[in-house]
């Protein structure tokens, strides 16, 4: 089903093609006068401090859905309150169309949990707040329950300090491709950008460290991401992190990515104990041999098992394995088994991701689109009755554009084993510096409101090496910039 739009308030068109696509998928929504199956008028009126939203449908059996609101003005609110009930008075529509209830209602947005901190800050309790997100955007029971869940593991975990900052250090190489990739991480080849580009990340490492000082900032957690940093060689890892825990001594945490097992040798998991790393993830992906190899990941479940069981053995006691539910070809039962092999692991911590199909990504220049809806819904379900079967707790949520489902990639973990840095980025209620290529610093605010600014280094390796200068200048600005 293809849907044009038309619409009186042209910059919420987007909000009304996220909520189309909530009940018809990707490519569901198109511009008005764009070959369609359906045409939904949109019309915007205020009359006695009132907003009326009215969402029509025609091309079949025309119906009509209408919102009213008290109307706002002024800035950011009336902005984020009119995007609402337009959004709103369109998921009415689609709601009455198909007679279904989407798991997330009407949340379109990436962090849901924000909602409800919100609601909480407004007086609210956990449980009114819940209960005010339920009503509001017709989130499902499981959903609620789901972010309620999170919120309490982050008791003890979400902090809200200025001058506390986490450090990311991305390694942008990887052995060959995930088909599902859409990050800006090349094939690391024969090696040759390595050293340069280590070279350029060490000057951006002591720039950080200066800034740090220079600007009174105070050190929380350390991630080291990626691509995939045990793509490099001992040697090159064991340099990384003497530089890292020199300038960054003291994190909280210090997690490092080992995401592939074909990255993995003794000789490396040495390296990263021996600078004190904590935690890392291995990541399966799927413990099926045939997807991993239709996927592009250049090794086997055995490899997996075989990389877990060597990190136990050299001391690692906090190990993440991220899965991905519905990956092209699988079935719930493929699912499962995965998560069974991964509870005989047992790993620390489980992250359930969704495809998500990424325009970027290879999967989706190869034409393939999620199918199956109510399958990756399962597989998602699955997903946290086995981390909890684990014994772990949801912590941190977030949501994708081009996901199977709709739905949301979740990390679990045990009590106490839950990883700071990534509530931090998923709350943002840490800065963020963020070092290397394709990294996006972030700069969080409280005065009179929330204000969050981001200064992105360049994602093209070559370039990165070429400008580091300029990269750790913008970073300054961003953290100076009221005392420059
Ligand atoms: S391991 Fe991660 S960064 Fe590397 S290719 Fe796969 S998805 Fe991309």
Same mark, same amino acid.
């Given at each position: 089903?293809?849907?044009?739009?038309?619409?009186?308030?042209?910059?919420?068109?987007?909000?009304?093609?996220?909520?189309?696509?909530?009940?018809?998928?990707?490519?569901?929504?198109?511009?008005?006068?764009?070959?369609?199956?359906?045409?939904?008028?949109?019309?915007?009126?205020?009359?006695?401090?009132?907003?009326?939203?009215?969402?029509?449908?025609?091309?079949?059996?025309?119906?009509?859905?209408?919102?009213?609101?008290?109307?706002?003005?002024?800035?950011?609110?009336?902005?984020?309150?009119?995007?609402?009930?337009?959004?709103?008075?369109?998921?009415?529509?689609?709601?009455?169309?198909?007679?279904?209830?989407?798991?997330?209602?009407?949340?379109?947005?990436?962090?849901?949990?924000?909602?409800?901190?919100?609601?909480?800050?407004?007086?609210?309790?956990?449980?009114?707040?819940?209960?005010?997100?339920?009503?509001?955007?017709?989130?499902?029971?499981?959903?609620?329950?789901?972010?309620?869940?999170?919120?309490?593991?982050?008791?003890?975990?979400?902090?809200?300090?200025?001058?506390?900052?986490?450090?990311?250090?991305?390694?942008?190489?990887?052995?060959?491709?995930?088909?599902?990739?859409?990050?800006?991480?090349?094939?690391?080849?024969?090696?040759?950008?390595?050293?340069?580009?280590?070279?350029?990340?060490?000057?951006?490492?002591?720039?950080?460290?200066?800034?740090?000082?220079? $600007?009174?900032?105070?050190? *929380?957690?350390?991630? +080291?991401?990626? /691509?995939? !940093?045990?793509? @490099?060689? &001992?040697?090159? %890892?064991?340099?990384?992190?003497?530089?890292?825990?020199? $300038?960054?001594?003291?994190? *909280?945490?210090?997690? +490092?990515?080992? /995401?592939? !097992?074909?990255? @993995?040798? &003794?000789?490396? %998991?040495?390296?990263?104990?021996?600078?004190?790393?904590?935690?890392?993830?291995?990541?399966?992906?799927?413990?099926?041999?045939?997807?991993?190899?239709?996927?592009?990941? &250049?090794?086997?479940?055995?490899?997996?098992?075989?990389?877990?069981?060597?990190?136990?053995?050299?001391?690692?006691?906090?190990?993440?394995?991220?899965?991905?539910?519905?990956?092209?070809?699988?079935?719930?039962?493929?699912?499962?088994?995965?998560?069974?092999?991964?509870?005989?692991?047992?790993?620390?911590?489980?992250?359930?991701?969704?495809?998500?199909?990424?325009?970027?990504?290879?999967?989706?220049?190869?034409?393939?689109?999620?199918?199956?809806?109510?399958?990756?819904?399962?597989?998602?379900?699955?997903?946290?009755?086995?981390?909890?079967?684990?014994?772990?707790?949801?912590?941190?949520?977030?949501?994708?554009?081009?996901?199977?489902?709709?739905?949301?990639?979740?990390?679990?973990?045990?009590?106490?084993?839950?990883?700071?840095?990534?509530?931090?980025?998923?709350?943002?209620?840490?800065?963020?510096?963020?070092?290397?290529?394709?990294?996006?610093?972030?700069?969080?605010?409280?005065?009179?409101?929330?204000?969050?600014?981001?200064?992105?280094?360049?994602?093209?390796?070559?370039?990165?090496?070429?400008?580091?200068?300029?990269?750790?200048?913008?970073?300054?600005?961003?953290?100076?910039?009221?005392?420059?």
């Amino acid at each position: 089903m293809k849907i044009g739009i038309q619409t009186q308030t042209p910059q919420f068109f987007p909000d009304l093609c996220d909520v189309v696509r909530l009940f018809f998928g990707e490519g569901s929504a198109v511009a008005d006068g764009e070959p369609c199956d359906a045409t939904l008028r949109h019309t915007h009126v205020e009359a006695d401090g009132l907003w009326l939203e009215r969402c029509e449908l025609s091309g079949g059996e025309p119906i009509a859905c209408e919102r009213r609101a008290q109307a706002v003005h002024g800035g950011l609110t009336e902005k984020r309150l009119l995007k609402r009930v337009v959004k709103l008075c369109c998921y009415d529509l689609m709601k009455r169309l198909t007679g279904r209830q989407p798991p997330w209602g009407a949340l379109t947005g990436i962090r849901p949990t924000r909602l409800l901190y919100a609601q909480m800050e407004a007086g609210d309790s956990l449980e009114q707040a819940e209960r005010a997100l339920r009503d509001t955007f017709d989130l499902s029971q499981e959903k609620a329950a789901l972010l309620r869940e999170i919120i309490v593991s982050q008791r003890g975990i979400v902090e809200r300090a200025p001058q506390d900052v986490d450090v990311y250090v991305g390694i942008p190489f990887c052995t060959t491709r995930c088909a599902y990739c859409s990050f800006s991480s090349g094939e690391i080849g024969d090696g040759h950008l390595v050293e340069p580009y280590l070279c350029a990340l060490f000057d951006e490492i002591d720039a950080a460290r200066a800034l740090m000082d220079e $600007a009174g900032l105070r050190l *929380r957690a350390v991630y +080291v991401g990626g /691509g995939t !940093p045990t793509a @490099l060689t &001992a040697v090159q %890892l064991a340099r990384l992190l003497a530089r890292v825990t020199r $300038a960054f001594p003291g994190a *909280r945490e210090l997690t +490092v990515e080992a /995401g592939r !097992p074909d990255t @993995l040798d &003794a000789d490396k %998991l040495r390296a990263l104990r021996d600078a004190g790393v904590g935690r890392i993830s291995i990541n399966p992906q799927t413990m099926n041999d045939a997807t991993l190899q239709a996927i592009g990941r &250049a090794h086997t479940a055995r490899d997996i098992c075989e990389a877990f069981a060597l990190a136990r053995s050299l001391g690692f006691d906090n190990v993440n394995m991220d899965v991905i539910a519905a990956l092209p070809g699988e079935t719930p039962d493929d699912f499962l088994r995965t998560l069974e092999q991964i509870r005989d692991l047992a790993p620390e911590s489980l992250t359930v991701h969704t495809l998500a199909v990424k325009r970027s990504s290879r999967l989706h220049e190869r034409g393939y689109r999620p199918t199956g809806e109510e399958d990756a819904r399962r597989m998602v379900d699955m997903g946290l009755q086995a981390a909890h079967g684990m014994g772990m707790r949801a912590y941190y949520l977030y949501r994708q554009k081009y996901m199977a489902g709709n739905l949301e990639n979740v990390g679990y973990a045990l009590p106490g084993c839950a990883c700071a840095y990534n509530v931090d980025i998923m709350e943002e209620t840490t800065s963020i510096l963020a070092l290397g290529a394709g990294g996006i610093s972030k700069r969080v605010q409280e005065d009179a409101q929330l204000r969050i600014r981001r200064a992105p280094n360049v994602s093209n390796i070559e370039q990165y090496i070429a400008r580091v200068g300029e990269m750790a200048q913008r970073k300054r600005a961003l953290f100076l910039e009221d005392t420059l």
